[in-house]
């Protein structure tokens, strides 16, 4: 049976603007133009770091490119890299990709494997490079069932990455429940100071989820200098 979140495909253009596929075509501009060390590709979660505190000041001097597009599910990120999007004649050591929040048509099941197949596809393209995968953050204020199919999609990526079978040891998973609770252990509440909508991150938010992948961040970085 067919995936459709593991199905490449371009993100419908419903309002008529080209915006999406006119920003896939600045990203393949910025393939031809520049020699990033790390790239993070994604959906709007790795979009708006680009705004952050820590994107700026930490972050940016690591020579960073950030392909993330907002509303981006799976297959779209899947078609984008498809499509040329990671192609660099040099190399970057790095790849980190956060992608899945908006796959709301789509199962825990689904989600992964799209995920997996992403996994897949940037290692196909970029096979000496570092990948760091991103566990999706939790969403909504309350309690709720689209919190337990993210818990679910963390836990089947995690599995396979993590599977022994799975002999690729440039691919690393962050979990973003093991570096940092957003959930507060008194009411399960999420807190605007983190997500002012409950699902994308304040500037502090961005801090706390971020500090612990700039550290492996760095500690890969370190090892092409030795």
Request: proline share 4%; glycine share 4%.
């Amino acid at each position: 049976m067919i995936n459709p979140a593991s199905l490449a495909c371009q993100m419908r253009d419903s309002v008529g603007d080209g915006r999406w596929i006119s920003q896939h075509e600045r990203f393949l501009d910025d393939c031809k133009r520049h020699e990033p060390n790390i790239v993070f590709i994604g959906d709007c979660l790795i979009q708006q770091m680009q705004n952050s505190t820590i994107w700026k000041t930490n972050l940016e001097p690591l020579h960073c490119l950030n392909f993330g597009i907002d509303g981006d599910q799976t297959q779209h990120v899947l078609w984008r890299i498809e499509n040329g999007e990671l192609d660099f004649e040099n190399k970057p050591k790095i790849v980190v990709l956060l992608v899945g929040t908006n796959n709301n048509d789509h199962s825990a099941d689904q989600v992964a494997d799209g995920i997996i197949k992403i996994v897949s596809k940037i290692r196909e393209k970029l096979s000496h490079s570092s990948i760091i995968v991103l566990a999706i953050p939790p969403r909504g204020r309350e309690i709720n069932s689209v919190r337990e199919k993210i818990n679910k999609v963390n836990e089947l990526v995690e599995q396979h990455l993590s599977n022994r079978t799975y002999s690729d040891k440039k691919v690393h998973f962050l979990c973003s429940s093991k570096v940092h609770d957003f959930i507060s252990p008194q009411d399960g509440t999420i807190s605007h100071n983190d997500m002012y909508d409950y699902l994308h991150f304040t500037d502090q938010g961005y801090s706390k989820y971020m500090e612990p992948v700039l550290d492996e961040i760095i500690e890969i970085l370190s090892l092409y200098d030795n």
